[in-house]
């Protein structure tokens, strides 16, 4: 059992959401070193007892259970897989668990790499955005063998309130595309509402009171729509992070010969607004492409 005495946590992408996801386990009482590209983005993890790491490969030497959650595939592969990766400088019986939306081939290359290393890989992405990462109700989509996550449940309790084991390696981030597809066509019905209201002449607050508990209602139609209202586009999920999601779930239903219109359209939309300078905003920032 993975205990605060006998386990020592790495943390490694402390953004939006890691630096929420990693304050929930220094909080239960496990000792955490942190390592991000930009120093700045843990201050507030070192000022609270967490301890800082200099590289991933500091991490992998120091740490017996290793977390991840970065920005893009290549930015895993190199984590990982890289000279200086964890896979290469973990010790033996080492977890290690990505929790970066990332395609499911590279999570299942990178568990044969641990495995032969003796290390319990798990690819475990995650929904909810910042605010379900900081009130630790994020859901948690789950890869890898049964025995390594029923281990690892405990800590993955300390982060969300949804936790599925889903299979296989790999079968966490086939859910996550599962989840990222139908986030992107409803983000679409969202907007939409939202801009009809406000051009009917019509309260959209009012109208959000109505529309969120009946049977349109949905956890971005909840959560998103007031920020669109309030004109606050701050991430809680990059849209450029967004379209990498939408091109790995369209590479993935292509090769198993499925047509994906609603993601197809929803992935133009957003391309749109990147190349109009957005792709820093947060998802709900899909609201502007209804203006001039």
Same mark, same amino acid.
């Given at each position: 059992?993975?205990?605060?005495?006998? #386990?020592?946590?790495?943390?490694?992408?402390?953004?939006?959401?890691?630096?929420?996801?990693?304050?929930?386990?220094?909080?239960?009482?496990?000792?955490?070193?942190?390592?991000?590209?930009?120093?700045?983005?843990?201050?507030?993890? $070192?000022?609270?007892?967490?301890?800082?790491?200099?590289?991933?490969?500091?991490?992998?030497?120091?740490?017996?259970?290793?977390?991840?959650?970065?920005?893009?595939? &290549?930015?895993?592969?190199?984590?990982?897989?890289?000279?200086?990766?964890?896979?290469?400088?973990?010790?033996?019986?080492?977890?290690?668990?990505?929790?970066? #939306?990332? #395609?499911?081939?590279?999570?299942?290359?990178?568990?044969?790499?641990?495995?032969?290393?003796?290390?319990?890989?798990?690819?475990?992405?995650?929904?909810?955005?910042?605010?379900?990462?900081?009130?630790?109700?994020? %859901? @948690? *989509?789950?890869?890898?063998?049964?025995?390594?996550?029923?281990?690892?449940?405990?800590?993955?309790?300390?982060?969300?309130?949804?936790?599925?084991?889903?299979?296989?390696?790999?079968?966490?981030?086939?859910?996550?595309?599962?989840?990222? $597809?139908?986030?992107?066509?409803?983000? $679409?019905?969202?907007?939409?509402?939202?801009?009809?209201?406000?051009?009917?002449?019509?309260?959209?607050?009012?109208?959000?009171?109505?529309?969120?508990?009946?049977?349109?209602?949905?956890? %971005?139609?909840?959560?998103?729509?007031?920020?669109? @209202?309030?004109?606050?586009?701050?991430?809680?999920?990059?849209? &450029?992070?967004? $379209? &990498?999601? *939408?091109?790995?779930?369209?590479?993935?239903?292509?090769?198993?010969? *499925?047509?994906?219109?609603?993601? %197809?359209?929803? &992935?133009?939309?957003?391309?749109?607004?990147?190349?109009?300078?957005?792709?820093? %905003?947060?998802?709900?920032?899909?609201?502007?492409?209804?203006?001039?």
């Amino acid at each position: 059992m993975l205990t605060p005495e006998n #386990t020592r946590i790495g943390f490694i992408g402390t953004g939006v959401m890691g630096r929420s996801m990693a304050g929930h386990l220094l909080k239960a009482g496990y000792p955490v070193i942190v390592y991000n590209r930009t120093r700045d983005k843990a201050t507030e993890l $070192i000022e609270n007892g967490a301890a800082w790491a200099s590289s991933p490969k500091e991490i992998a030497e120091r740490a017996n259970v290793v977390f991840t959650i970065v920005g893009y595939p &290549k930015d895993v592969e190199e984590v990982y897989l890289g000279e200086d990766g964890i896979v290469a400088h973990a010790k033996p019986h080492t977890y290690v668990i990505d929790m970066t #939306t990332s #395609t499911p081939t590279l999570a299942e290359q990178i568990y044969q790499a641990a495995k032969e290393r003796e290390l319990f890989a798990v690819d475990a992405p995650v929904s909810g955005g910042d605010v379900g990462a900081k009130e630790a109700r994020l %859901s @948690i *989509m789950v890869g890898g063998d049964r025995d390594v996550y029923d281990e690892l449940e405990p800590l993955f309790k300390l982060l969300g309130s949804n936790i599925v084991y889903q299979g296989k390696a790999g079968a966490g981030q086939h859910t996550k595309m599962c989840n990222q $597809i139908a986030i992107a066509t409803n983000m $679409i019905g969202v907007c939409e509402a939202m801009v009809y209201a406000e051009k009917a002449g019509l309260n959209p607050e009012k109208v959000l009171t109505s529309i969120s508990f009946g049977a349109a209602g949905s956890w %971005s139609l909840s959560n998103l729509a007031p920020r669109m @209202i309030n004109g606050n586009f701050m991430p809680g999920f990059y849209i &450029k992070h967004f $379209i &990498k999601d *939408m091109k790995i779930a369209l590479a993935e239903a292509d090769a198993m010969g *499925m047509e994906t219109p609603g993601l %197809s359209l929803a &992935k133009s939309m957003y391309d749109s607004l990147a190349q109009r300078g957005e792709e820093d %905003s947060g998802t709900q920032a899909l609201y502007k492409y209804w203006q001039d």
